[in-house]
């Protein structure tokens, strides 16, 4: 998992893309959850997915300090 995430950093780097930082972090939270199965990654992507697709219109007036405050409490 570490081996592909620094791949994928070193690609997106070259491109001109974002840091990818998902799968850890995602690992993480299902693991302090007490996730089980695999289910809950799927689970935690739909949600994602459903966040982005309906809240986005409200997540966009929040500053990029406010944004980095949330990602580094959660």
Do not use: D
């Not at 007490?34 to 997540?59: D, E, N």
């Amino acid at each position: 998992e570490l081996f592909a995430q620094g791949a994928a950093n070193i690609s997106s780097g070259l491109v001109g893309s974002f840091p990818v930082a998902g799968s850890v972090s995602r690992t993480a939270l299902n693991m302090n959850a007490g996730a089980k199965t695999r289910m809950s990654s799927m689970f935690l992507g739909i949600i994602s997915i459903l966040v982005m697709l309906f809240f986005t219109p409200y997540l966009y007036h929040l500053t990029y300090a406010s944004l980095a405050a949330i990602i580094m409490v959660a």
